[in-house]
């Protein structure tokens, strides 16, 4: 079973039940948030997944290929999100807003994982192999490129001012990050909405009043 196989067994949930590939990175995603990065063994996964550990490696080669396809979920779910948020209705500042909300409601629904990530990020990051940070870089700048030719129409609209659009993107994203962090650590105790709102004003007219 080759790796892009792999991956695309564990994101697929529809029509039926999830895939004991699906089962193993849930369960990875459960041994994370109660024990932390530095922390996972293949016997906590499979108790957590309810099965033998060996059956762990029949669907992953190695724990790295499961931190891997983990990542790679998050990111293919943001990919759906830019997809399905650029192609809002109107012009480039109402396809930016309909991002925004949506990649906030993204890190909210995974707020406890991302917490976890946030703390321990050089650990994960020693799980991976630099060929699989590569891939994940590249993977998210196609995120950031999308964003990129949205901020690039909102400048041809004369709603953003005139930037180069991948750093318009960057900066965006940037801000998001900040705002989903200050929820992830409940530091803001905003609206979804409102902070959506916030973002898009910094992103737009600075900090200034």
Request: net charge positive; glycine share 10%; with cysteine.
């Amino acid at each position: 079973m080759t790796d892009r196989s792999v991956i695309r067994l564990a994101l697929s949930g529809g029509g039926g039940r999830m895939p004991k590939s699906g089962i193993i990175i849930e369960a990875l995603k459960k041994v994370i948030i109660e024990k932390g990065v530095k922390n996972i063994t293949s016997e906590a996964i499979a108790k957590k997944a309810g099965m033998a550990k060996g059956t762990l490696y029949l669907y992953f080669k190695t724990k790295e290929d499961m931190i891997s396809t983990l990542v790679e979920s998050f990111l293919k779910e943001g990919e759906e999100l830019v997809g399905s948020s650029l192609r809002t209705k109107g012009g480039a500042i109402a396809k930016l807003r309909a991002f925004v909300e949506a990649d906030l409601s993204f890190y909210e629904k995974n707020h406890k994982i991302f917490r976890t990530l946030g703390m321990e990020n050089s650990a994960m990051g020693n799980l991976l192999s630099k060929a699989k940070k590569k891939m994940i870089l590249k993977r998210y700048f196609k995120i950031v490129e999308a964003i990129g030719r949205t901020v690039k129409e909102g400048i041809a609209e004369n709603k953003i001012e005139k930037m180069p659009p991948i750093e318009g993107a960057v900066l965006l994203m940037q801000i998001i990050h900040a705002y989903a962090g200050m929820r992830i650590h409940e530091i803001s105790k905003c609206s979804i909405a409102g902070n959506t709102d916030k973002v898009l004003k910094i992103f737009l007219n600075g900090v200034g009043v």
